[in-house]
């Protein structure tokens, strides 16, 4: 082969290189933030008031309110429901 369809093809593997990684680098920073895990510990953290600013840049950035909202109602709820059976285990052994 010459020179030039050898110079030609490397052009084109770095341009394919370059393409392939800004394609993976899109898919994670797109899945990134947005799991159940993550949910979760962001709204923990949220109703203790510990959320750190990048967190809650994230968050807003790539999460979907509806999933924050129901975590965070989630919690509330099981917050409640472990107060009342404290409460009650509390009272009921005195």
Known sequence: MSNYLICQLKQQDHKMIKLITEQESWLMSDKKGTGIKSVVLSALSAGFG???????????QQGKPAHYIIAGIAGTVLFVLILISVVHVVTHNT
């Open 50 to 60: 510990v959320q750190k600013r990048a967190n809650l840049e994230r968050d807003f």
